[in-house]
Nanobody, 117 residues
Framework: QVQLVESGGGLVQAGGSLRLSCAAS????????RGWYRQAPGKQRELVATITSFGTTNYADSVKSRFTISRDNAKNTVYLQMNSLRPEDTAVYYC???????????WGQGTQVTVSS
């Protein structure tokens, strides 16, 4: 089992920045991939960014050059630095970990990010 705890959401004006954090505990050794997803009202959950154990990153086209995912292995924590935020970035952001041979999904509780225009 993997537990994920997020922090760092909030309200920011367009053009501003926020940093989200996601701390993992439990069977950390089994995690293969970590990432962030988001879900806006009335929309499906979508991938924002992922990072592998080796540090390889992947981003949704809508956030490339604005968001940066990183990890601190000593703290078992993944971060999402969000710059140049837009109103369309408003969503609940979820931390994700895929673990084990089957790639089972684990989710954080979600943190609200609201960008005002």
């Amino acid at each position: 089992q993997v537990q994920l705890v997020e922090s760092g959401g909030g309200l920011v004006q367009a053009g501003g920045s926020l940093r989200l954090s996601c701390a993992a505990s439990g069977s950390i050794f089994s995690i293969n991939l970590r990432g962030w997803y988001r879900q806006a009202p009335g929309k499906q959950r979508e991938l924002v960014a992922t990072i592998t154990s080796f540090g390889t990153t992947n981003y949704a086209d809508s956030v490339k050059s604005r968001f940066t995912i990183s990890r601190d292995n000593a703290k078992n924590t993944v971060y999402l630095q969000m710059n140049s935020l837009r109103p369309e970035d408003t969503a609940v952001y979820y931390c994700n970990a895929k673990a084990g041979i089957s790639g089972a999904d684990y989710w954080g509780q979600g943190t609200q990010v609201t960008v005002s225009s």
